[in-house]
């Protein structure tokens, strides 16, 4: 499957639209997502109802930009992520991913919008890329790799210690 964006696609500013995330890639061999383009969740609508920052009983926005769930052999390259209600990218359950010339930006006061969140897969790869907000891995990383990124102190201060570790020895810039 190949999918090819250009230009800007808006996620919908009415949470009601979503009983779920906004763009979601299940079980695909051979996936790849390029084109240079800009998926924007519009998160500014959502934010104010994630009531999560202020209290531990909570309910967390149902919305992620992209996710990838049981998806092996992709290759996303040359897209941007910005402003996205919850995580920018979830890759759940997949295998040999690589994500190459990636842009994830959100504002500063964006809560909880995780750039790349990869849980239980194996051989993912992040290169080349400009991650603005948090990466984290769980339960552990495996076989990932992450080469020549770009990431903020946002992005070290709440990825776990070993995927924190591992980041500081591969970044090539951090900023502030």
Known sequence: MVMQLKGQLLASTHLE????????F?????LVISGGGIFNGQGASAWPHNQCPKTRICKLLPVVN???????????????????KLFHFQIFES??????????????????TDGIHIADSTNIQVTNSVIG??????PSPRLHQFDH?????????????DLA??????????WR
């Open 17 to 24: 639209a979503y009983t779920q995330n906004w763009i979601d």
């Open 26 to 30: 299940q079980y695909i061999n051979g």
């Open 66 to 84: 992209l996710v990838f769930s049981f998806v092996t052999n992709a290759t996303i390259s040359g897209i941007s992520s910005v402003d996205s």
């Open 95 to 112: 295998r040999d991913i690589t994500l190459d010339s990636i842009r994830i930006s959100a504002p500063g006061d964006s809560p909880n």
């Open 133 to 138: 907000t948090v990466m984290t891995a769980s």
């Open 149 to 161: 990124l770009k990431c903020s102190m946002r992005s070290l201060a709440m990825a776990s210690a």
């Open 165 to 174: 570790k591992m980041l500081m020895r591969k970044m090539s810039t951090v």
